[in-house]
């Protein structure tokens, strides 16, 4: 079981459907219009030349943030609901966060790197970033597609 079946089958599913964007509004949107608009914004990042480095990664940046409250999101979630869940149930959704985290610090150092290369690795600094994304998902989609199956 993984950590969004653990949410879900406490009937957390809500908790996690509150993107950082809604934190201004009283708006929900759910999560996969928030992967939706992180996707778009990480495409739109590796489409920029080197002319456009700024806008690339004060983007990335802001998707970043955005992450991190995601991920923030699930953690309160699971610590919230510790007591009701099941020994196995705790320790996979501290394996499935753990993921997460390890994915997301993996961006950052790539991110690092994309803001302090040189401009004429803009292009390999690029795609390493993109790849690092790429990993992320990935891991994103596994926490998120238990979910759905139940």
Same mark, same amino acid.
């Given at each position: 079981?993984?950590? %969004?079946? *653990?949410?879900?089958? #406490? ?5 996690? @459907?509150?993107? &950082?964007? /809604?934190?201004? $509004?009283?708006? %929900?949107? *759910?999560?996969?219009? #928030? ?5 778009? @914004?990480?495409? &739109?990042? /590796?489409?920029? $030349? ?44 501290e394996a499935r966060l753990r993921d997460l985290r390890q994915a997301r ?46």
């Amino acid at each position: 079981m993984t950590f %969004l079946d *653990t949410l879900r089958a #406490v009937g957390l599913a809500a908790i996690l @459907a509150v993107p &950082a964007a /809604a934190q201004d $509004t009283d708006e %929900l949107t *759910t999560a996969d219009e #928030v992967r939706s608009e992180i996707s778009e @914004a990480m495409d &739109a990042i /590796a489409s920029y $030349t080197e002319q456009e480095r700024d806008q690339a990664l004060a983007e990335a940046r802001e998707v970043l943030m955005r992450l991190d409250a995601e991920i923030e999101r699930r953690e309160q979630a699971l610590r919230e609901n510790w007591s009701e869940m099941s020994i196995a149930a705790r320790e996979t959704a501290e394996a499935r966060l753990r993921d997460l985290r390890q994915a997301r610090n993996r961006l950052g150092e790539r991110y690092g790197a994309l803001e302090s290369g040189a401009s004429n690795a803009w292009d390999e600094l690029k795609a390493g970033f993109s790849d690092a994304w790429n990993d992320f998902s990935e891991e994103w989609s596994a926490a998120d597609t238990d979910m759905s199956e139940n």
